[in-house]
């Protein structure tokens, strides 16, 4: 207690840490402007203890240095053990303190500082729910060391918190066990506990004496242990929520979000995702981006609507073959690079067909990978079959405990090993899995793409931006109705999209029947023919255990994401693709319209949405 009577917290026995900033500067394109990415990297506090080193502990005096650098070392480390779960934890403390802190000391620079003017000087968005310990601090940092009332803090937090959420899917709504936070950061959940009571009263007079409600509200989610749900804190405290596709808006209005939904009727708004056509077309692919300045001029670079102008020459028979040689130069460029990387020789003149992206079983690679197995094995029974020659092109990077992303990567690789040296069937199929997944990687394989595997589980992706890039530079999806998916063959038109698969409705109405993946097993002999390869060993030289946690997912495990439900639809519709692939004209048609029609999709409407929208900014002249 302080003189006044008020209740005080201090922080005791702490481990201290320095943030140190580093700075990138973000240049703007075509402006004088400048703006700065502020990065932070985690210092020991004290880095040497001279004391213990004249004893002898030699390492024991710089135990204290690794320990600090340790927090930034790695981001995302392993979480499947109690250990990653704290340095997580940890880790997004870290973050966030400094980041408030370092807001807090520029805000207290400007002329006549008042802290009822702070939501004009900064607004504070929450990309996903990895930062939304930010809420806690920011409150612990009004109350406790600027002396605000509850609320007047509380005030202040919900005029300067917005939140984007990026996925439905409930294990990356991030929860925490509510042991772990109270040993990491006991203040903060004492700050939490009270942001929930408050709330609390609020749900029970919207709907009093429903204990439903407010268990499925409450930021607490009761358990053995009981877990800190920190998507829940997010909404509560932000002014806006925003998801990043109309479907996924939709979606969390409907289910994730619908309670919250009801009490803040006007609080979730969409912002369908954007990508930078600087970097995703003038820069990656320099070829194609002087075509389009030649035909349209450059204003498209700044406005990406202007691509529409391309429209009128998709039918030119010589804009469509220079079109088309600038594809072929890419995939002779990507050609190189695979045999650099991978060992593997491949043919430019054959199909290109790409799926590179985070590596999670709702994206299904492994469907992608039942479709190649089973084109390979019906090649084998018929040598002979006419078929567009394909080289199917993978690449991705797994969360470190992801025990599954690993063995479908593991399987991709092992499958393309046997395809790929099998002489049988004349180099018509090739399977590649580039290592190392990156944006600069990415920059080589997008401007090469010719088809773009866009074939999440309905109801699962978010919205994607790999799509975008790939349609971008005239790749043709195949793809479900899925996250951006959706908006982007209304874009350029569903004559221009590869569509197959369930909807929403149909995912949710076959679970609530019952899904039950042997009937697809049992019944169809592709299905059970490329299965039945996985866990015999046949693609791991008789190792039949290598790959049979894969096999048993789909089938003891209850294949979650219903690859085996959609596989005659995809299998379908990858037939429909070689059939197009062989009209070289009308193909280009497609391909050109995509680029034409991309111009909804660019960054630049979506921050300015952002800004209109939610943050309330004006650009600076």
Not at 171 to 194: C, G, M, N
């Given at each position: 207690m302080d003189q006044d009577g008020k209740k005080r917290y201090f922080w005791v026995d702490t481990a201290k840490l320095?943030?140190?900033?580093?700075?990138?500067?973000?240049?703007?394109y075509g402006t004088e402007t400048v703006n700065f990415l502020r990065l932070w990297e985690s210092r020991a506090h004290a880095e040497f203890d001279f004391d213990i080193f004249n004893r002898g502990g030699y390492i024991d005096a710089v135990q204290e240095k690794m320990r600090g650098e340790t927090v930034t070392?790695?981001?995302?480390?392993?979480?499947v053990t109690e250990t990653g779960k704290e340095l997580r934890l940890v880790q997004q403390y870290f973050f966030v303190a400094c980041s408030i802190h370092d807001i807090i000391r520029r805000f207290k620079k400007t002329p006549s500082w008042q802290w009822k003017n702070f939501s004009k000087h900064a607004t504070l968005q929450l990309n996903d729910t990895h930062p939304s310990v930010a809420v806690a601090e920011l409150m612990r940092v009004l109350v406790d060391e600027e002396s605000l009332s509850w609320?007047?803090?509380?005030?202040?937090?919900?005029?300067?918190?917005?939140y984007t959420n990026h996925t439905l899917l409930p294990e990356a709504l991030e929860k925490w066990p509510l042991p772990l936070f109270q040993k990491v950061l006991p203040r903060h959940l004492l700050i939490i506990y009270e942001i929930n009571s408050r709330f609390l009263q609020k749900v029970a007079q919207k709907w009093p004496g429903d204990l439903e409600k407010m268990r499925n509200l409450s930021i607490i989610e009761e358990g053995a242990p009981q877990y800190v749900r920190m998507a829940h804190l997010a909404v509560i405290a932000s002014r806006y929520v925003n998801g990043v596709a109309a479907l996924h808006t939709d979606l969390l209005k409907r289910f994730l979000f619908a309670d919250f939904n009801a009490l803040y009727p006007k609080k979730i708004q969409n912002k369908t995702n954007g990508i930078t056509p600087r970097r995703w077309l003038k820069a990656c692919n320099p070829n194609l981006s002087a075509l389009v300045d030649e035909t349209i001029g450059p204003e498209w670079t700044t406005n990406l609507d202007k691509l529409v102008g391309l429209e009128k020459h998709a039918s030119d028979k010589s804009f469509q073959e220079r079109f088309a040689k600038i594809k072929r130069q890419n995939k002779e460029v990507l050609s190189e690079?695979?045999?650099?990387?991978?060992?593997?020789?491949?043919?430019?003149?054959s199909l290109f067909d790409v799926q590179i992206k985070r590596l999670h079983e709702y994206k299904r690679q492994h469907l992608n990978l039942l479709n190649i197995i089973a084109a390979y094995q019906e090649l084998l029974d018929n040598p002979g079959m006419d078929i567009v020659p394909r080289v199917f092109i993978f690449s991705a990077k797994a969360a470190p405990g992801y025990y599954m992303a690993k063995k479908i990567i593991h399987a991709i690789n092992a499958v393309g090993e046997v395809i790929n040296r099998d002489h049988r069937i004349k180099g018509k199929l090739k399977v590649v899995f580039i290592p190392n997944y990156s944006v600069s990687l990415a920059e080589k394989i997008v401007p090469a793409a010719e088809v773009s595997e866009q074939i999440s589980t309905a109801g699962k992706e978010a919205s994607g931006t790999g799509n975008m890039k790939l349609s971008l530079n005239g790749a043709l999806t195949i793809g479900t109705l899925d996250g951006a998916n959706v908006e982007i063959m209304e874009a350029v038109g569903r004559e221009n999209f590869f569509l197959f698969?369930?909807?929403?409705?149909?995912?949710?109405?076959?679970?609530?029947?019952?899904?039950?993946?042997?009937?697809?097993?049992?019944?169809?002999?592709?299905?059970?023919?490329?299965?039945?390869?996985?866990?015999?060993?046949?693609?791991?030289?008789?190792?039949?255990?290598?790959?049979?946690?894969?096999?048993n997912n789909l089938l003891q495990g209850g294949d979650p994401f219903m690859v085996l439900a959609d596989f005659n639809a995809y299998r379908e519709t990858q037939r429909k693709i070689d059939a197009a692939y062989r009209d070289q004209t009308k193909w280009q048609k497609m391909a050109i319209l995509n680029t034409a029609r991309m111009g909804k999709f660019s960054s630049d409407r979506t921050i300015q949405e952002y800004a209109d929208d939610i943050w309330g900014i004006k650009p600076l002249k």
């Amino acid at each position: 207690m302080d003189q006044d009577g008020k209740k005080r917290y201090f922080w005791v026995d702490t481990a201290k840490l320095t943030g140190v900033p580093h700075d990138i500067p973000i240049v703007g394109y075509g402006t004088e402007t400048v703006n700065f990415l502020r990065l932070w990297e985690s210092r020991a506090h004290a880095e040497f203890d001279f004391d213990i080193f004249n004893r002898g502990g030699y390492i024991d005096a710089v135990q204290e240095k690794m320990r600090g650098e340790t927090v930034t070392k790695v981001l995302y480390p392993n979480d499947v053990t109690e250990t990653g779960k704290e340095l997580r934890l940890v880790q997004q403390y870290f973050f966030v303190a400094c980041s408030i802190h370092d807001i807090i000391r520029r805000f207290k620079k400007t002329p006549s500082w008042q802290w009822k003017n702070f939501s004009k000087h900064a607004t504070l968005q929450l990309n996903d729910t990895h930062p939304s310990v930010a809420v806690a601090e920011l409150m612990r940092v009004l109350v406790d060391e600027e002396s605000l009332s509850w609320d007047e803090a509380w005030g202040i937090c919900t005029e300067v918190f917005n939140y984007t959420n990026h996925t439905l899917l409930p294990e990356a709504l991030e929860k925490w066990p509510l042991p772990l936070f109270q040993k990491v950061l006991p203040r903060h959940l004492l700050i939490i506990y009270e942001i929930n009571s408050r709330f609390l009263q609020k749900v029970a007079q919207k709907w009093p004496g429903d204990l439903e409600k407010m268990r499925n509200l409450s930021i607490i989610e009761e358990g053995a242990p009981q877990y800190v749900r920190m998507a829940h804190l997010a909404v509560i405290a932000s002014r806006y929520v925003n998801g990043v596709a109309a479907l996924h808006t939709d979606l969390l209005k409907r289910f994730l979000f619908a309670d919250f939904n009801a009490l803040y009727p006007k609080k979730i708004q969409n912002k369908t995702n954007g990508i930078t056509p600087r970097r995703w077309l003038k820069a990656c692919n320099p070829n194609l981006s002087a075509l389009v300045d030649e035909t349209i001029g450059p204003e498209w670079t700044t406005n990406l609507d202007k691509l529409v102008g391309l429209e009128k020459h998709a039918s030119d028979k010589s804009f469509q073959e220079r079109f088309a040689k600038i594809k072929r130069q890419n995939k002779e460029v990507l050609s190189e690079l695979i045999l650099e990387k991978c060992g593997v020789s491949v043919d430019p003149d054959s199909l290109f067909d790409v799926q590179i992206k985070r590596l999670h079983e709702y994206k299904r690679q492994h469907l992608n990978l039942l479709n190649i197995i089973a084109a390979y094995q019906e090649l084998l029974d018929n040598p002979g079959m006419d078929i567009v020659p394909r080289v199917f092109i993978f690449s991705a990077k797994a969360a470190p405990g992801y025990y599954m992303a690993k063995k479908i990567i593991h399987a991709i690789n092992a499958v393309g090993e046997v395809i790929n040296r099998d002489h049988r069937i004349k180099g018509k199929l090739k399977v590649v899995f580039i290592p190392n997944y990156s944006v600069s990687l990415a920059e080589k394989i997008v401007p090469a793409a010719e088809v773009s595997e866009q074939i999440s589980t309905a109801g699962k992706e978010a919205s994607g931006t790999g799509n975008m890039k790939l349609s971008l530079n005239g790749a043709l999806t195949i793809g479900t109705l899925d996250g951006a998916n959706v908006e982007i063959m209304e874009a350029v038109g569903r004559e221009n999209f590869f569509l197959f698969g369930m909807t929403v409705e149909e995912v949710n109405a076959l679970w609530a029947r019952g899904y039950n993946p042997y009937d697809f097993y049992n019944s169809n002999h592709a299905i059970k023919r490329a299965l039945d390869s996985l866990s015999g060993g046949y693609w791991t030289s008789g190792d039949y255990q290598s790959l049979q946690p894969l096999a048993n997912n789909l089938l003891q495990g209850g294949d979650p994401f219903m690859v085996l439900a959609d596989f005659n639809a995809y299998r379908e519709t990858q037939r429909k693709i070689d059939a197009a692939y062989r009209d070289q004209t009308k193909w280009q048609k497609m391909a050109i319209l995509n680029t034409a029609r991309m111009g909804k999709f660019s960054s630049d409407r979506t921050i300015q949405e952002y800004a209109d929208d939610i943050w309330g900014i004006k650009p600076l002249k």
